[in-house]
């Protein structure tokens, strides 16, 4: 829908609730009682409304599966109003260099981040609520560092689900200035002027990539986010050095399109408040990585020491994710060499 359009701008607007049929061309999920246009107040314009459920109340672009956007701009924008008390979803489909597609799916549904090679949970427990947000979305950031070795290309799917109040969703070639907290990681930008909420409307800038979700965790003493498995996958090894994957021996469907490669795994990590970190059952052919405890079908590795310099849950998790699809990665050569 994009890929033919000029992308060089400083953003590039995917979403107005402005106009006559703001959602023409977007697929919507619900009854009118429950998505719906409406004249805001507060912003001095009209917003789109989605309530109830994330998984009946939603907006999907583009309509059709087989059609994709091809937004190549690093930063992503929702304009949201989320209220209180209840829980927002957006779905992003995306494209690597390697023309795998894989799915991050955000929402305040999730307590903990939860990695597949083709997929990521990722909570938004630290979202601002009651407030106008601009919720920036670094999708480089996302796709290099959830999924080892893959390289961001494009962005082709977007699904936006309740609670929340929309206004406006677009690209943005530049990284905007955090308000949350006035850290100012990197260079910014401000929000093109064009996009912007009207000076008098309170309002936050949020910027979220996986340096947020740690800082977010150290904050909260590692309890609030726990530790996932960060794919260190052959698949995206081979999306790092390829641009077109053809030969791939497995495919399934993803996101309602086919895509190479296995089907998720669904293994993940969690961590417990007394500093222990288990790992399911489904990776005990690892051992080699492990310590030999076994409790009732779980491995249980203890995390020593507990003093400020001690790793946090989630870069353990990270190493141990690593150790594991190396020794993965060695299966699926010796099998491929049969």
């Not at 093109?192 to 409307?201: G, K």
Request: hydrophobic share 35%; with cysteine; aromatic share 6%.
């Amino acid at each position: 829908m994009f890929k033919n359009e000029y992308q060089g701008g400083p953003f590039v607007e995917i979403f107005s609730a402005q106009g006559k049929n703001p959602g023409a061309k977007w697929k919507i999920f619900g009854s009118p009682s429950v998505v719906e246009k409406e004249f805001d107040k507060e912003v001095k314009g009209f917003v789109f409304v989605l309530e109830g459920s994330s998984q009946t109340s939603k907006m999907q672009l583009p309509k059709e599966t087989r059609q994709t956007l091809g937004l190549i701009q690093q930063f992503l924008v929702l304009q949201i109003y989320v209220p209180l008390g209840q829980d927002f979803s957006t779905e992003l489909l995306i494209t690597d260099l390697g023309n795998i597609k894989r799915r991050l799916y955000l929402s305040t549904i999730h307590k903990e981040l939860s990695v597949t090679p083709l997929h990521a949970k990722i909570p938004l427990f630290m979202i601002k609520r009651k407030i106008w947000c601009n919720l920036c979305i670094d999708l480089v950031a996302f796709t290099s560092e959830i999924f080892k070795g893959a390289v961001f290309q494009s962005l082709d799917g977007i699904i936006v689900s309740a609670n929340c109040k929309l206004r406006k969703i677009f690209t943005l070639k530049s990284k905007p200035l955090d308000t949350t907290d006035g850290d100012a990681d990197g260079a910014t930008d401000t929000i093109p002027r064009a996009c912007q909420l009207n000076s008098d409307v309170p309002q936050f800038t949020q910027v979220l990539n996986m340096n947020k979700l740690r800082s977010t965790e150290q904050k909260h003493g590692g309890h609030l986010l726990t530790a996932p498995e960060l794919v260190d996958h052959p698949i995206n090894r081979r999306s790092a050095t390829t641009r077109n994957s053809k030969n791939q021996d497995v495919s399934h469907i993803a996101f309602g399109s086919k895509v190479f490669g296995p089907p998720p795994s669904g293994r993940k990590f969690s961590t417990k408040a007394s500093g222990e970190v288990i790992k399911s059952a489904s990776s005990r052919t690892h051992r080699s990585c492990q310590m030999p405890t076994v409790e009732k079908g779980r491995e249980t590795i203890q995390v020593s020491g507990t003093s400020k310099q001690s790793p946090s849950p989630l870069d353990m998790a990270v190493d141990q994710g690593n150790k594991e699809n190396i020794h993965h990665t060695s299966q699926v050569s010796l099998e491929k060499g049969r």
